[in-house]
């Protein structure tokens, strides 16, 4: 624990100015960052006695080693400031509001020649038009579903368009006319993109003035006596009228506006937002956080308004922000969203009227998302805790390991060793921080030294960062990039702290506890490795699989923790995670391996034309037989190639024959049969 006094600056350095200011700790991480009207005075208050502070301030200075700041001109020029900080830096004691879902859009891409309708989730994309967010997606396509048969625009996929065109057939929506089918020419690129706006224009609430043209439309068309096309308007005003029944309207003046409304307690608060558009809820979404800051409910008003709005631009901005409570000072949130939209936007607090009920409503959303989600987190949060509790006092630490790196190693008999590292912080793994490792001081299988080897680079990258007081920019010798394992990643996805040149830091900061996946050798070997580094103060354990005993290092007895303990569990969910990523990477490098062919090694020779070769001759074994001249009739491969390719594979050895172990088939191309894959996993570890 610091003594703020330690790094307060000199009451003269301070400039009484706006501006944004870092605390960092004593590993250079950024841990806070907020912004302030007269740096000098709002700094001052982190100084004071630090019983007059707020639990969770005191908590923050205490853990800081540092402070510095950056002056800017405006106040406004400070908000945006400080949120491109949170969003590079993500502090752990900054109010992070957290997604309680992955809501799904209704998008129109209009950046595609011929613009498309379909769900989106995820981060937005440049030249797409967005509705919503929606609850659940089957919503969104009850909703398309009926307006086109207004406005038949595409919603098929590149490749089944791709596949209609070349065929001159459209897919069954041409034919049932849900689709004005673009793919085979029935409607031209321009007045498909007139359609596509058409349906965007109704979706953004300009309903009224089309439904009155096709009333008119229709009265036209009867009076005429086109009687069909009549009834067809008809029917299309029905399907318009009930796709605009599915929101009802809550303001009936049209109004565009974002309700913003907060729930809270002393630990928690919760953020229900309101997306009205023509007078209609057009989307809803909710968010919750951890209070690791004091905050009052402007505060978090403001943080969500950040959020909210931090990267959009123009008509995303409604003209009105209704919230619950203004932020302190109002002026600056409401100059920066007024820039965002590029028109005059007004933040207030509703009095009076359809808006003030219309808010207490989505105040008690707010009241129930924060219910629900503590009623799902409190056991959650408090088997945590006391997990980390148990392994401090299991361990003999002096406190609980709030951050845990797992170290594990994986091959196939000797072949494709390769390490992982885990990162657990707080209980709960932290993707971002994986690392992934090839063993590169030896030849074979000596689990003891790769573990000795791994642990040694990461903590000797430790150090380096240490002596740089906080500047990262080299990558890791021998570390590969993280690996994913088909899912997002919300931490990458958020920021975190990155390089001036965009990457990720690499082992900035040092763990209180490394577990490893194995017994008394392989600790010994990462306690070995940290002693050879001067490394003191960082706790080693492992975990063997056998009987899930604890080693400690220089103990004869392993540490054994009862079977429902949850310091045991927690430790295996490390364990378990370091051997899941481990041996993800060890098979993709095997898969690689055995995917390898002679062809890869003949300069000038792409994927293409490889590809090409291959097809052409149905097999390598049927390659390698061919002669020049035949080699040169592929498309595309020359004399000089054709002759690059039989020296390369008159050089390299014939594999030998691969047999299929379930029917006794010999297999003439070089690949191998799954069940021989099937087989090697097995051995693999």
Known sequence: MADPSSYRPKPGQIPDSPGVYKFRDEHGRVIYVGKAKSLRQRLANYFQDLAGLHPRTRTMVTTAASVEWTVVSTEVEALQLEYSWI????????????????????????????????????????????????????????????????FPVRTCSAGVFKRSAQIGRPCLLGYIGKCSAPCVGRISPGEHRELAEEFCDFMAGRTGAYIRRLEKQMQDAAEEMEYERAAR????????????????????????????????????????????????????????????????TGDLVEHALQQLYGEEQGDAVPKEVLVPALPEPVEPVAQWLTQRRGSQVSLRIPQRGDKKDLMATVGRNAQQALALHKTKRASDLTTRSRALEEIAEALGLDSVPLRIECFDISHLQGDDVVASMVVFEDGLARKSEYRRFQIKGFQGQDDVRSM????????????????????????????????????????????????????????????????????????????????????????????????????????????????????????????????????????????????????????????????????????????????????????????????????????????????????????????????????????ER
């Open 452 to 683: 000795h080897e791994v642990v040694g680079r990461r903590f000797k990258r430790y150090l380096q960062e240490k002596q740089k007081s906080g500047e990262w920019t080299e990558e890791p010798d021998g570390a590969a990039p993280v690996e994913g394992d088909g899912q997002a990643d919300p931490d990458r996805a958020a920021g975190g702290p990155v390089d001036d040149d965009g990457r990720p830091k690499r082992f900035a900061y040092p763990p209180q506890l490394v577990v490893v996946d194995g017994g008394a050798p392989q600790v010994a070997a990462a306690r070995r490795a940290l002693d050879e580094l001067g490394i003191d103060d960082v706790a080693v354990c492992g975990l063997a699989k056998r009987l899930e005993e604890v080693w400690l290092p220089e103990d004869d007895d392993p540490v054994v923790l009862p079977r429902s303990s949850e310091g045991l569990y927690l430790l295996q969910r490390v364990r378990d995670e370091a051997h899941r990523f481990a041996i993800t990477y060890q098979r993709s490098k095997r898969t690689k391996r055995l995917k390898s062919s002679p062809l890869d090694t003949v300069a000038g020779l792409g994927d293409t034309r490889r590809q090409a070769l291959l097809k052409h001759f149905g097999s390598l074994k049927r390659l390698r037989a061919a002669t020049i001249d035949e080699i040169c009739e592929v498309p595309g491969v020359g004399r000089k190639t054709a002759e690059t390719v039989a020296a390369a594979l008159a050089g390299a050895a014939p594999s030998a024959p691969a047999v299929n172990t379930a029917t006794g088939e010999i297999i003439e191309d070089d690949g191998v049969p799954p069940a021989a894959l099937s087989a090697e996993r097995g051995q």
């Open 87 to 150: 969003k590079e830096f993500d502090p752990r004691f900054n109010v992070k509001y957290r997604d309680d879902k992955s809501y799904p859009y209704l998008a129109v891409t209009l950046n595609e020649e011929f613009p498309r309708a379909q769900v989106m989730r995820g981060a937005k994309k440049k030249g797409v038009r967005y509705f919503g967010p929606y609850a659940h997606a089957w919503a969104i396509r009850e909703t398309v579903d009926l307006m086109l048969r207004v």
């Open 233 to 296: 308007l008809r029917d299309d005003i029905g399907a318009l009228k009930r796709a605009m029944e599915k929101s009802a309207v809550v303001l009936a003046d049209a109004t565009d506006a974002d309700l913003i409304a907060v729930a809270e307690d002393e630990l928690e608060a919760a953020v229900q937002i309101f997306h009205v558009r023509g007078g209609r809820v057009r989307g809803q979404r909710g968010w919750v956080t951890d209070k690791v800051e004091a905050v009052t």
